[in-house]
């Protein structure tokens, strides 16, 4: 009876050091979602980096569209604003797919570009420039929180080593 009384005790003591070791592999587990979650929140945060390829494509583009409008269709009134609509677009859509804030007034000058005479102002290549530099700009400001990122990183992967 006591040798079956210790074999009992044995196995649940087994039984109790198993739950242990699976409750703490529940809590390193929950421990590293919830540093995923942060590190996933951190970015999603952020905003994203215009390369220089990048840059020079779409200051390229504004340039070449405020040339157009300045020397050569500038003159011919509702072809101008057609041109003004269509880099509009572009530029607008370039700013969606990249998920990029606008400058602060960037659609003030856009609306400049269809007003008569005020087109004459390289106002898309303003706007792009700005835009580029509004956004690297609150990505630099971002650097501590990707500090954060790989700080978070590097503690996930210790919780999930240990």
Sequence with gaps: MAEENTIEQARSLALQERRAEQKKEQEKKREVQKIMRQINAI???LPPKINLTESISMVGFALI?????????GSIPILGDILDIVTWMIVGFWMWWRKLKRAPG???AGIIELIPVADILPTWT????LS?????HKRAQAAGEIK???ALQKQAQAIAAS
Excluded: F, P, R
């Design 65 to 73: 569209s405020d040339i157009v409008d300045w020397l050569v269709i």
């Design 126 to 129: 303003a706007i792009v420039v």
């Design 43 to 45: 970015k999603d945060s």
């Design 106 to 108: 960037s659609i003030e």
């Design 132 to 136: 580029i530099l509004y956004n690297n």
């Design 148 to 150: 954060k990122l790989h």
